[in-house]
């Protein structure tokens, strides 16, 4: 799926013709004023990744004091010189009821069927109203170009407000918390710091593995895991086998999941002799046990576990990317190729494993990557996201003055 910014054309890529406070379309092609900040910022957007789609209002067409031809002269106008992937026009006018007059969203939902879009995952940029509960309406992240004119706000949205279309743009292309689709799991088995994670609503879930428990000093497993998941009643948690017989990891495996109804049971591709745990991954999953295939890397291991979950319970499928990066690989397209075998099974979750740095997050939310999950120290790393890159050199600059000094250095 890809992400788009749908753009209104009046007063946010060319200029509107203002006249008593309200914005009015160009008449011809001789009046069309592409904005001066426009190409400029539509470039960025493409940069990053975006299907950039006007979608806009014409009812002077339907109105008959506008004809359709002059309406597409500017359009060809503008595709020639912006950046545009397509311009979808609506002619109506409300007495024709059309499903695709702003604010009704019709032209966002038909770009999207056409380019494959995740409305979601995508923006609208309006100076008006009706673009804004257009987008709204379709569930896009909306930002408003506020030009001031004589006329009602939206009456829902927008998330952001800016002056113009190069601030919007800046917008998109900074890091947020608040915009990521990508769901944060935290990864660890020390009580006092899942209680605390337990009540930051940024953690969507949970997960554990041996080592880690090991590195806590857990002793007792089930009873280190019964007291996890009495401080996190609401999200998922997975807790892995260790055994290494298939028999005696089933055993293990349906004992874990009886523990709970968000708990999911992490079985590792293989035991630890290379020998296949796909039998017992289709077994245990369409007995209703929600399994996480875990220490998966190899794209058939994953094109391979998402075959023997197909059908079954709701599952993850942990890949080690951070592992796949650490062997000089980048784990971006085989992330990206792991959401699109996912996404005709949609009780199947992709989760980005052993993340190496925070980017890691904001890439997993790029390729549309259900989960990431993170350990303490990459969470810990969650307040610095667009943090001033000016006040952050100073930060590091007074931190070696210090250290010197401290140090009580001579030269
Ligand atoms: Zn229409």
Redesign the pocket.
């Known amino acids: 799926m890809r992400r788009a910014v749908f753009l209104d054309r009046d007063g946010v890529i060319n200029r509107a013709l203002v006249r008593d406070g309200r914005p009015y379309p160009p008449a011809a092609l001789d009046e069309l004023e592409i904005l001066p900040d426009a190409p400029a910022a539509l470039a960025d957007l493409k940069r990053l990744g975006y299907l950039l789609v006007v979608v806009t209002n014409q009812p002077d067409v339907g109105r008959g004091v506008q004809t359709r031809e002059a309406v597409e002269a500017m359009h060809a106008e503008l595709k020639r010189a912006l950046p545009l992937d397509d311009v979808l026009v609506?002619?109506?006018t409300d007495s024709?009821r059309?499903d695709?007059?702003k604010p009704l969203p019709?032209l966002i939902f038909r770009a999207a069927e056409r380019y494959g879009i995740d409305v979601r995952a995508s923006y609208l940029i309006g100076d008006r109203w009706r673009d804004i509960e257009a987008g709204e309406s379709a569930g896009c992240m909306t930002i408003l170009i506020d030009r001031g004119y004589a006329e009602r706000g939206p009456s829902a949205g927008p998330m952001h407000r800016v002056s113009s279309l190069r601030a919007a743009a800046d917008w998109i292309g900074e890091p947020a918390l608040n915009r990521l689709r990508v769901k944060l799991f935290a990864d660890g088995a020390d009580l006092n710091a899942i209680r605390s994670l337990a009540a930051n609503p940024l953690i969507r879930g949970f997960t554990t593995n041996p080592t880690l428990m090991r590195k806590a000093g857990v002793t007792d497993y089930e009873a280190f895991a019964r007291d996890a998941l009495a401080a996190i009643a609401d999200r998922p948690v997975s807790f892995e086998v260790f055994a290494d017989e298939f028999v005696e990891m089933e055993r293990q495996a349906r004992k874990i999941a009886a523990w709970g109804d968000q708990v999911y049971v992490k079985i590792p591709i293989t035991n630890s002799r290379a020998e296949s745990s796909l039998d017992l991954v289709h077994r245990l999953s369409h007995s209703g046990v929600k399994v996480n295939v875990t220490a998966l890397m190899a794209p058939d291991q994953i094109l391979d576990a998402a075959a023997a979950l197909a059908g079954g319970a709701s599952a993850f499928l942990s890949v080690f990317a951070g592992r796949v990066s650490d062997t000089g690989r980048d784990p971006l397209p085989l992330m990206a190729a792991a959401v699109e075998l996912l996404r005709p099974h949609p009780q199947m979750q992709l989760i980005w494993a052993s993340p190496r740095e925070l980017l890691n997050v904001f890439h997993a939310d790029s390729v549309g990557c259900h989960v990431i999950t993170a350990t303490s120290d990459l969470l810990n790393k969650l307040s610095l996201v667009a943090k001033d890159l000016h006040g952050y050199s100073l930060e590091t600059v007074r931190m070696f003055h210090d250290d010197a000094s401290k140090a009580n250095y001579l030269l």
């Open positions: 609506c002619y109506h024709d059309c695709c007059r019709g």
